[in-house]
């Protein structure tokens, strides 16, 4: 098998279509109730990512690893409803209202994601 380690591209050699990073030009100020609701609900999914961590060193019976596995996964879906709702109902809403109608095709590519 051959090795298929990953090599950093300079970005002077990276391609031109490769998709932009998480720190890509692309920014949203949150206000303060919003942005405290998305830590928060961060915060909880990072504690429970750390219990099944303490659990799988504790040597627990899988089937309560996997119940706590499923939670955090409801919670992640928790959060990416939440912030989906808050992007559809400013962003989307803002850049329609702008004339800016390639975000809906740019939403939809991000609903496909999601759903996969």
Avoid: W
Wanted: net charge negative; aromatic share 2%.
């Amino acid at each position: 098998m051959e090795d298929q380690t990953l090599q950093a591209v300079p970005a002077a050699e990276a391609p031109a279509e490769e998709t932009p990073g998480p720190c890509a030009c692309r920014h949203k100020h949150r206000e303060a109730p919003e942005y405290d609701s998305l830590i928060r609900r961060l915060n909880r999914i990072e504690g429970q990512v750390r219990g099944v961590r303490g659990m799988v060193e504790k040597e627990a019976y899988c089937t309560d690893i996997l119940t706590q596995v499923s939670a955090i996964q409801s919670a992640l879906n928790a959060f990416s409803r939440e912030l989906l709702s808050n992007h559809i109902h400013s962003c989307v809403v803002q850049d329609i209202q702008n004339g800016h109608l390639e975000v809906v095709d740019d939403l939809l590519v991000t609903i496909q994601k999601l759903m996969k």
